[in-house]
């Protein structure tokens, strides 16, 4: 069945951003050394990579759409076999693009006894690759204290089996009065599957900012629970609990009796935009998402010490700083004084999930050893 293909928002900044860029073009300082005089979008390719190509900073991505406004309506609907054009003239730049073969994307419901919805995989470009963010984007996340204690927990596996993976069935029961039913008879009940907290803590202040739940893997509601009668061994018919019963679809790791469960958020589709953020952030790397080594590399999330509630978005590029080392200057005959070396960037990072006073990033790249603690700021 067709349906529409995903228009992502622009904010007014970047629109407006374009718009000036559009009527004048980016001047050619500003280019990349070694920028293409034309490239051909092919598969694989990210809006990342293709912004490095033609410009230094790859974060200034409403620059590399205002030079092709007109031609690109929605920046976030560039396919492959589309080719970009790169015009010099009186000091300034300008793209121009060629149309792709082929046609908009399509997107299919498969239907079955129950309803589940499955898209096509949109050929449109991606802000950054696909596989690296989206495992992230289920497991990551950001809980009060005490939520996972209110949560529905597994309680039991069949033949007294002690650990559960994928294909296994499990036991589940609601706290007391919230018993774990079915939402909807004609859709599958999804959750995710957790366990314990971790507090997550300012390095400066050491003030905890957050709890991670770690995440195991993803199971579907078969059966809910439900109160029996059942006879007891004097005889006597009383009233019991029967737990609901899930299947594990996926696996991290192995669950087991006391995990928990969450509900499988509805999938948002985010315009993970490269950008500069417009208000200053000064912040701190927390920790390494899913590592107990405190040591960052390219590709890897880390959680970052801002969050919503300190402006922080989706799409934010931020420079990592390396901390100057401190050293005695004994340079001056009969001086001797304590400095500190400047901070110096070592990688940039681009935030693509946010809570309140944390956020989740992507590093992106790095030129030196980067570790839980360095500082995170606005690019330059």
């Given at each position: 069945?067709?349906?529409?293909?995903?228009?992502?928002?622009?904010?007014?900044?970047?629109?407006?951003?374009?718009?000036?860029?559009?009527?004048?073009?980016?001047?050619?300082?500003?280019?990349?050394?070694?920028?293409?005089?034309?490239?051909?979008?092919?598969?694989?390719?990210?809006?990342?990579?293709?912004?490095?190509?033609?410009?230094?900073?790859?974060?200034?991505?409403?620059?590399?759409?205002?030079?092709?406004?007109?031609?690109?309506?929605?920046?976030?609907?560039?396919?492959?076999?589309?080719?970009?054009?790169?015009?010099?003239?009186?000091?300034?730049?300008?793209?121009?693009?060629?149309?792709?073969?082929?046609?908009?994307?399509?997107?299919?419901?498969?239907?079955?006894?129950?309803?589940?919805?499955?898209?096509?995989?949109?050929?449109?470009?991606?802000?950054?690759?696909?596989?690296?963010?989206?495992?992230?984007?289920?497991?990551?996340?950001?809980?009060?204290?005490?939520?996972?204690?209110?949560?529905?927990?597994?309680?039991?596996?069949?033949?007294?089996?002690?650990?559960?993976?994928?294909?296994?069935?499990?036991?589940?029961?609601?706290?007391?009065?919230?018993?774990?039913?079915?939402?909807d008879p004609r859709r599958v009940d999804t959750f995710r599957v957790f366990r314990n907290v971790v507090p997550l803590r300012d390095?400066?202040?050491?003030?905890?900012?957050?709890?991670?739940?770690?995440?195991?893997?993803?199971?579907?509601?078969?059966?809910?629970?439900?109160?029996?009668?059942?006879?007891?061994?004097?005889?006597?018919?009383?009233?019991?609990?029967?737990?609901?019963?899930?299947?594990?679809?996926?696996?991290?790791?192995?669950?087991?009796?006391?995990?928990?469960?969450?509900?499988?958020?509805?999938?948002?589709?985010?315009?993970?935009?490269?950008?500069?953020?417009?208000?200053?952030?000064?912040?701190?790397?927390?920790?390494?998402?899913?590592?107990?080594?405190a040591m960052v590399g390219p590709n890897q999330v880390v959680a970052i010490s801002r969050g919503t509630a300190d402006g922080v978005?989706?799409?934010?590029?931020?420079?990592?700083?390396?901390?100057?080392?401190?050293?005695?200057?004994?340079?001056?005959?009969?001086?001797?004084?304590?400095?500190?070396?400047?901070?110096?960037?070592?990688?940039?990072?681009?935030?693509?999930?946010?809570?309140?006073?944390?956020?989740?990033?992507?590093?992106?790249?790095?030129?030196?050893?980067?570790?839980?603690?360095?500082?995170?700021?606005?690019?330059?």
């Amino acid at each position: 069945m067709p349906a529409a293909a995903q228009n992502f928002p622009i904010t007014p900044a970047q629109r407006s951003t374009a718009q000036q860029v559009a009527s004048r073009g980016v001047p050619l300082s500003e280019l990349a050394p070694n920028a293409p005089d034309s490239y051909t979008i092919k598969s694989g390719d990210t809006l990342w990579a293709i912004s490095g190509m033609f410009l230094k900073t790859p974060w200034r991505w409403p620059e590399l759409w205002g030079m092709n406004i007109e031609q690109v309506r929605n920046p976030h609907r560039i396919y492959p076999g589309q080719t970009l054009h790169l015009e010099k003239l009186d000091g300034m730049a300008r793209l121009r693009m060629g149309e792709a073969p082929g046609g908009p994307p399509t997107e299919t419901i498969r239907v079955s006894p129950r309803t589940r919805v499955n898209a096509l995989q949109d050929p449109s470009i991606p802000t950054l690759p696909a596989h690296v963010i989206e495992p992230f984007l289920n497991e990551a996340i950001i809980v009060g204290e005490n939520d996972l204690d209110r949560a529905p927990r597994i309680v039991a596996a069949p033949d007294t089996r002690v650990m559960i993976t994928r294909g296994d069935r499990a036991y589940v029961r609601g706290r007391n009065g919230s018993p774990l039913i079915e939402t909807d008879p004609r859709r599958v009940d999804t959750f995710r599957v957790f366990r314990n907290v971790v507090p997550l803590r300012d390095p400066l202040t050491s003030a905890i900012l957050g709890y991670e739940a770690k995440y195991l893997g993803n199971a579907e509601l078969v059966r809910s629970e439900t109160v029996q009668a059942v006879r007891m061994p004097n005889g006597e018919m009383a009233q019991t609990v029967v737990p609901a019963s899930i299947d594990v679809v996926a696996a991290r790791e192995e669950m087991r009796v006391g995990d928990r469960l969450l509900p499988e958020p509805a999938r948002v589709f985010s315009s993970y935009v490269p950008r500069a953020p417009t208000l200053p952030v000064d912040a701190s790397i927390v920790s390494v998402y899913g590592d107990a080594v405190a040591m960052v590399g390219p590709n890897q999330v880390v959680a970052i010490s801002r969050g919503t509630a300190d402006g922080v978005e989706n799409g934010h590029v931020l420079a990592i700083l390396k901390a100057g080392r401190r050293i005695d200057d004994r340079t001056q005959a009969g001086e001797r004084a304590l400095i500190k070396v400047p901070d110096e960037r070592v990688g940039l990072m681009m935030v693509f999930r946010t809570f309140d006073r944390l956020s989740y990033a992507l590093v992106l790249e790095i030129s030196d050893t980067v570790q839980v603690g360095d500082r995170v700021v606005n690019p330059r």
